[in-house]
């Protein structure tokens, strides 16, 4: 069974396997509602959220939520590992949280579901996919990643069992991911999908390498990363880690 809705401006999916549908619709239904919290703390574009909040106060969090504490601390564990290049702080002190939320909320939703008691499932935070269990006969999520030059493209399908796929890159929102060393724009790298244990680490991940460019790609497999597959500058492909191609088996 499959669940839809649109949460923080995109479309989001849940795709129950092992549940009847009362069961497969209360959880889904509990997992969006984690979604919808989280967008409600932390979107930049609700005046009334905490991020808006504080940032109206020049980034001063003294006081905030543990879940801002939380959120934060990720990203500031990334901004070391990372050597700057993944920031969440702008160079006014505010805080721009936009490569940790998505896969943290979204992580946590899909540990929602595991609470409900339910092995087989799949969502996708709008490319960003966490995977359990098996979607049928004990094989593995077929998790599709996009061509950065065309929405309608896929690059590859990867299959996946029990973590997370995130992908960075600058074909949808333009240049927003910076790389926090130079306070420019990131330009080594077209694309950047990370496979990890979990969402949140192939999130956080994906974020860092984009910033990183080429160099980030075996930094990665050093800091949590099963894979990473990732298109440069000039548009070649570049794999590392452990990365398994559904049908042929070749990405395009």
């Given amino acids: 069974m499959r669940f839809l809705e649109t949460v923080m401006g995109i479309p989001m999916s849940i795709d129950i396997r092992d549940a009847a549908e009362d069961v497969a619709a209360a959880a889904a239904e509990r997992a969006f509602r984690v979604l919808r919290d989280a967008d409600e703390r932390f979107s930049a574009y609700r005046p009334d959220s905490e991020l808006s909040r504080v940032n109206a106060r020049g980034g001063d969090a003294s006081g905030a939520s543990e879940d801002f504490a939380e959120v934060v601390g990720l990203g500031s564990a990334m901004a070391d590992a990372s050597g700057g290049a993944f920031r969440i702080r702008r160079p006014d002190g505010t805080w721009d949280l936009d490569g940790v939320v998505k896969g943290w909320a979204a992580d946590r939703a899909a540990r929602s579901l595991a609470v409900s008691g339910l092995r087989d499932f799949c969502l996708n935070a709008g490319g960003d996919v966490a995977v359990s269990g098996s979607p049928g006969e004990g094989r593995p999520w077929n998790v599709g990643v996009r061509s950065p030059d065309s929405a309608a493209e896929v690059l590859a399908v990867l299959e996946v069992r029990d973590g997370g796929v995130a992908t960075s ?84």
């Fill in 169 to 252: 890159g600058a074909y949808e929102r333009g240049a927003h991911i910076v790389d926090g060393r130079t306070d420019a724009a990131a330009t080594g790298l077209r694309s950047a999908t990370v496979v990890a244990r979990d969402l949140t680490t192939a999130d956080l991940l994906a974020t860092a390498v984009f910033a990183l460019g080429e160099d980030g790609i075996r930094w990665a497999i050093g800091n949590g990363a099963r894979g990473v597959l990732a298109v440069d500058a000039s548009g070649r492909l570049r794999g590392l880690g452990e990365l398994a191609f559904a049908g042929a088996g070749q990405p395009r």
